[in-house]
């Protein structure tokens, strides 16, 4: 029989060094910490580490990330989140991310932009981002956005820089 498995995806707002800690599990009525150890998700608790089982983990995974990513990216998520990590769309497709889940490292941004109080701005600037760090391979990220920044103050005047112009 397959364990119930819950997820409540959070990341730490700056990666940690070491495992990867995503936010709670709960697998069978047992309720612990979300930890990757390597690829593979653990639930940390009173008994210790235990792995998760995989097909379980997988159906958990993509119903958290229905509700967290969907609210910022929609029904399209699995495609925000190949131009994000730069990884192939079959590989984020839903079904597929069931089956394999996604790197921690980038499950772990993805919950970031996620959770952050402006998730829809944030992850549309990011994701322009991405797309014009894909098209334009040769340009750094740091004159990307030194040029943005400078292209605003153009546009809008110096209130571009001020926070407390709306």
């Given amino acids: ?3 119930l498995v819950r997820l409540e995806l ?8 070491g495992d990867i800690r995503l936010g709670r599990a709960w697998v069978d009525g047992r309720e612990g910490e979300l930890v990757y150890v390597g690829r593979e998700p653990h639930l940390d ?5 235990i792995p998760i089982p995989r097909e379980a983990y997988g159906i958990a995974l ?7 990513a969907g609210g910022v990216w929609g029904d399209d998520w699995s495609s925000a989140v190949a131009d994000l990590t730069g990884m192939n ?6 079904d597929r991310v069931r089956k394999q889940g996604l790197p921690p490292n980038a499950l772990a941004a993805v919950v970031r932009i996620a959770r952050r109080h402006d998730a829809r701005e944030f992850a549309a ?18 004159s990307l956005f030194t040029d943005a920044t400078t292209a605003l103050v153009e546009l809008r005047g ?9």
């Fill in 62 to 68: 993509v119903e958290a990330l229905d509700t967290l």
């Fill in 89 to 94: 769309r079959r590989s984020t497709a839903r």
């Fill in 158 to 166: 110096l209130r571009a820089l001020d926070p407390t112009h709306r």
């Fill in 1 to 3: 029989m397959t364990p």
């Fill in 125 to 142: 600037l990011v994701r322009a981002a991405a797309r014009y760090l894909d098209a334009q391979r040769a340009v750094g990220a740091d």
């Fill in 10 to 17: 959070v990341a730490p707002s700056v990666p940690e060094p």
């Fill in 45 to 49: 608790g009173p008994d210790g580490r």
